[in-house]
Structure formats: structure tokens, C-alpha cells
Nanobody, 123 residues
Framework: QVQLVESGGRSVQAGASLRLSCQASGRIYSSSFMGWFRQTPGKEREFVAGIRWGVGNTYYADSVKGRFAISRSTGQNTVDLQMNSLRLEDTAVYYC????????????????WGQGTQVTVSQ
């Protein structure tokens, strides 16, 4: 069993930076894939960024490429999302998820989720 807890979300102005963190408890296998997703009311949860737990390869949605960076610490069981040059459209609840079966950008394929952290970007 894995538990995920996100933190770091808050209200910021457009252009600002923010760092989200996801603390995982429990065993995480090297074949796992950790992803950050976001969701706004009435929309499906969308993939933002992900990282292969074992080798550290990273993947990004086109909308955040060049602005966001995902990283992980296998020693501390954390996955961080550094968000720079934030835009109004980045406003959402951000979720950390774990997929035991490897790389996936589809939310329904994930086995575990955190409770989410709200990011609000305003002018």
C-alpha cells in the first residue's frame, strides 16, 4: 500500500514560480512511474509531468514543456514539480499519482493518488 501526500499549492501571480512536493510512504518499485496531473471543475484529470522512478526519465505535457520540471528523490521518497512562468491557465488542483505498471499519461491507469493541492494563478 502506498500513500501520497501533496503540498506546496497556493495562490500566486502570473509569472511567478511555485514548487509542489509529493511525499510517498510505502514501497515504490523501480518500475513505477510517478506523475503529476491537474484538474479543473468539469474537466478530466490531465497529465502534466511524469518520471520513471528507477531511471529518472522525465516526460511533460506540451503545455508545460520548458516551464515545469519534475524531479524525484528515491532516498526521501519524494517527487517534486518545479513550476516557473506560471500562467492563468495553470490554475487547477494538482495531484500526484503512482502507476505500478510503468509509464502512463492516462489517469485511470494509476493505482494511487494523493488528495491534491490547489494552485491558483491570478493577474
Amino acid at each position: 500500500q502506498v500513500q501520497l501526500v501533496e503540498s506546496g499549492g497556493r495562490s500566486v501571480q502570473a509569472g511567478a514560480s511555485l514548487r509542489l512536493s509529493c511525499q510517498a510512504s510505502g514501497r515504490i518499485y523501480s518500475s513505477s512511474f510517478m506523475g503529476w496531473f491537474r484538474q479543473t471543475p468539469g474537466k478530466e484529470r490531465e497529465f502534466v509531468a511524469g518520471i520513471r522512478w528507477g531511471v529518472g526519465n522525465t516526460y511533460y505535457a506540451d503545455s508545460v514543456k520548458g516551464r515545469f520540471a519534475i524531479s524525484r528523490s528515491t532516498g526521501q521518497n519524494t517527487v517534486d514539480l518545479q513550476m516557473n512562468s506560471l500562467r492563468l491557465e495553470d490554475t487547477a488542483v494538482y495531484y500526484c499519482g503512482l502507476n505500478r505498471n510503468g509509464l502512463s499519461t492516462t489517469a485511470k491507469e494509476y493505482n494511487y493518488w494523493g488528495q491534491g493541492t490547489q494552485v491558483t494563478v491570478s493577474q
